[in-house]
């Protein structure tokens, strides 16, 4: 089992920063590939970075540049900090991390960007 909890959602204006947390629990030794998903209201969840345990990241591209994702082994924590934030990016945005044959989610953390 892994438990997965995200941290530093909140209210930021547009142009804003913020830095997500995501610490893992469990049988963390089990884990290699975390990411980070968002889910925006009416719409369906979607990628928005991942990162292996050898720091190997991906992104999607509308991302890109915006967006890091980094990892810290030893805390067992999962970054993604977010700059020059956008009304559209709003969203729960969830950790995962998939350890085969389950896949694992936090309950996310609420990402709102006034405009």
């Known amino acids: 089992q892994v438990q997965l909890v995200e941290s530093g959602g909140g209210l930021v204006q547009a142009g804003g920063s913020l830095r997500l947390s995501c610490a893992a629990s469990?049988?963390?030794?089990?884990?290699?590939?975390m990411g980070w998903y968002r889910q925006a209201p009416g719409k369906q969840r979607e990628l928005v970075a991942t990162?292996?345990?050898?720091?190997?990241?991906n992104y999607v591209d509308s991302l890109k540049g915006r967006f890091t994702i980094s990892r810290d082994n030893a805390k067992n924590t999962v970054y993604l900090e977010m700059n020059s934030l956008k009304p559209e990016d709003t969203a729960v945005y969830y950790c995962?991390?998939?350890?085969?044959?389950?896949?694992?989610w936090g309950k996310g953390t609420l990402v709102t960007v006034a405009s």
């Open positions: 469990g049988s963390i030794f089990s884990i290699s590939t």
């Open positions: 995962n991390a998939p350890v085969w044959p389950m896949e694992y």
């Open positions: 990162i292996t345990s050898s720091g190997v990241t």
